[in-house]
């Protein structure tokens, strides 16, 4: 056993773990939205502009479930809401097909390409308040902002867009810190090790690709915050990584993400978070960890918070705004 911070390490430890979340599910320091730029002449008729970066609008499927421009404003304010985490948006150009679909309403799927293509689809009884509730389309924008991996290594792709998408949302108003708090509490289970396990690197099942990604950088982000007092957090790496040129478009090894993240950080807590649970089965006890956050788990799966518990002050800095 090693001690982690305020999480215990249990190598080769087995956990009780739940079915995935599905599309149904809820799924740094913060600035302000980027600003958006008024439509330049030579755009394409319908795209729209987020900071310096174009994205281009294609619809297919045939008749939209809502109007085209209802559409293309949930898209700017996905992507403003990105920005504005990032301090911009993560690439220079970004190409969204928007699929019309019979069946149920609502963003039912979505898939990201080479940090250049997204496409998304939607049930043809889509409402406004299907967009406004919608984490899809901000999960696939995040995977623009973090470079590709070898396959081995989805993990830590998934894992951080899985992590961000709740946060970018709360951040901007459109999820509150209870719920959060209280989707990550039941979530975050699926991601712990089973028996067998030989870590991130080598167990691809569904929970540890996205969830146990997604533990693994609350992990970074807790650690990151305690080290420095709040000084840096895993918004600061990860807005290191675009400097350093590691968008979606780009392909780079976990050690060089691990590198320049520490380098950013001024710490080690990537590379020692990686060999812990990418490596080797690292299992967080996360009935600690919410202890130390302040984090109390109700019987109808709501949470409350203590905050006079010694972590408190990390737990509410990671979903405010614009404090880190």
Not at 165 to 180: F, K, S
Not at 181 to 190: C, L, S, T, V
Request: aromatic share 8%; with cysteine.
């Amino acid at each position: 056993m090693a001690l982690l911070g305020a999480a215990l390490l249990l190598f080769g430890g087995c956990a009780k773990r739940g079915g995935p979340a599905t599309p149904d599910s809820l799924p740094e320091s913060a600035e302000a939205s980027a600003p958006t730029r008024p439509e330049h002449s030579a755009d394409p008729p319908g795209s729209v502009r987020v900071g310096a970066s174009l994205l281009t609008i294609v619809f297919e499927g045939g008749e939209s479930p809502l109007p085209r421009e209802v559409i293309r404003d949930w898209i700017r304010r996905d992507a403003e809401m990105v920005a504005g985490y990032l301090g911009g948006f993560p690439v220079p150009s970004l190409e969204v097909t928007v699929v019309s679909r019979p069946g149920r309403g609502g963003v039912v799927f979505g898939t990201h390409d080479d940090g250049q293509w997204i496409r998304v689809w939607l049930g043809r009884t889509t409402t406004q308040a299907s967009l406004d509730g919608d984490w899809v389309l901000i999960h696939e924008m995040l995977h623009a902002a973090f470079p590709d991996l070898d396959a081995d290594h989805k993990w830590m792709q998934e894992g951080l867009s899985t992590y961000l998408e709740p946060i970018v949302r709360a951040r901007q108003g459109e999820l509150t810190e209870q719920r959060v708090w209280a989707f990550w509490a039941e979530k975050m289970e699926y991601g712990r090790p089973r028996a067998g396990d030989r870590g991130l690197d080598h167990t691809h099942t569904w929970g540890r690709t996205y969830w146990g990604g997604a533990l693994f950088w609350l992990m970074a982000d807790v650690e990151l915050r305690r080290e420095t007092d709040n000084r840096q957090s895993l918004g600061d790496a990860v807005r290191g990584v675009l400097k350093a040129g590691g968008n979606g478009r780009e392909y780079w090894s976990t050690d060089r993400v691990a590198s320049v993240c520490d380098e950013v950080t001024g710490t080690e807590v990537i590379s020692r978070l990686y060999a812990a649970m990418a490596e080797a089965p690292g299992d967080v006890e996360l009935g600690a960890l919410w202890r130390r956050l302040g984090v109390i788990l109700r019987d109808d799966g709501s949470v409350d918070f203590d905050d006079e518990a010694p972590d408190a002050h990390i737990r509410r800095a990671i979903t405010a705004s614009p404090a880190r």
